[in-house]
């Protein structure tokens, strides 16, 4: 069965550095997104994708994030200069369609330690 | 705003024994419901969605949810808890079918006990 997958599984990082998260979605999605759970908190949106752009983003989605398909399969999440509380688990997750009835398929995630 | 409520992070349940974990959302127009699990080191799985279609929903692994409109809820429920079905649930909501961005609850863990 097909999955979306996420690497790294686990990055450390120096406050202040760039980091980009991988995500592999499956292969006829069209729409793409990026959650991220702080340590005992919820499971939050910060942007959705579709077509090259973004389509829908968070508060919490600010300059200091962005997010690409740089080729036919990846999508990435960089954070251009990582700050503490950006320390998460960050999911990708995929969809057919982008409306509130399809369902998204996430991956494993990316825990995110900011030192 | 709109959010989700899931009672109880933790709950705790004998093997065999009925699973019931709760939610609950506050939305001005009925919202699309949805249950996922997460497995460890795993990502999350939809187990069942409402989409405004039958009131009781029927999803994978037996479990299976009713939306109610009068008491803003989807509580999760299986009748007969197995061990493997120790994990993190979650509660989401998307407000209309223009987004499909997901609001979360907070999760809840289950923990099945032999």
């Known amino acids: 069965e097909p999955e979306v997958t996420q690497t790294p599984s686990h990055q450390v990082t120096q406050m202040g550095q760039e980091v980009i998260l991988r995500c592999v979605p499956i292969s006829n999605h069209l729409y793409f997104y990026w959650y991220r759970q702080i340590l005992g908190q919820k499971v939050e949106f910060l942007v959705s994708?579709?077509?090259?752009?973004?389509?829908?983003k968070s508060e919490i989605f600010d300059d200091q994030f962005s997010v690409e398909r740089p080729d036919g399969s990846n999508f990435t999440l960089k954070i251009r200069s990582t700050k503490l509380e950006d320390s998460a688990m960050y999911f990708c997750?995929?969809?057919?369609?982008?409306?509130?009835?399809?369902?998204?398929?996430f991956g494993p995630g990316t825990r995110l330690t900011v030192l | 705003a709109q959010s989700v409520t899931q009672l109880g992070s933790h709950v705790s349940v004998s093997e065999g024994a009925l699973v019931l974990l709760r939610c609950n959302y506050s939305s001005s127009v009925p919202p699309y419901l949805f249950w996922y699990v997460q497995y460890p080191n795993q990502g999350l799985q939809l187990l069942l969605k409402y989409t405004s279609a039958a009131t009781l929903v029927k999803g994978i692994n037996g479990f299976e949810a009713e939306f109610k409109k009068s008491e803003t809820s989807f509580h999760l429920t299986k009748p007969s808890a197995h061990m493997s079905d120790a994990a993190e649930y979650f509660c989401?909501?998307?407000?209309?079918?223009?987004?499909?961005?997901?609001?979360f609850g907070q999760g809840t863990t289950l923990q099945v006990k032999p």
């Open positions: 997750a995929s969809s057919v369609g982008g409306t509130g009835t399809d369902t998204q398929y």
């Open positions: 994708f579709y077509n090259n752009e973004i389509s829908e």
């Open positions: 989401a909501v998307t407000l209309t079918s223009n987004t499909g961005k997901l609001i």
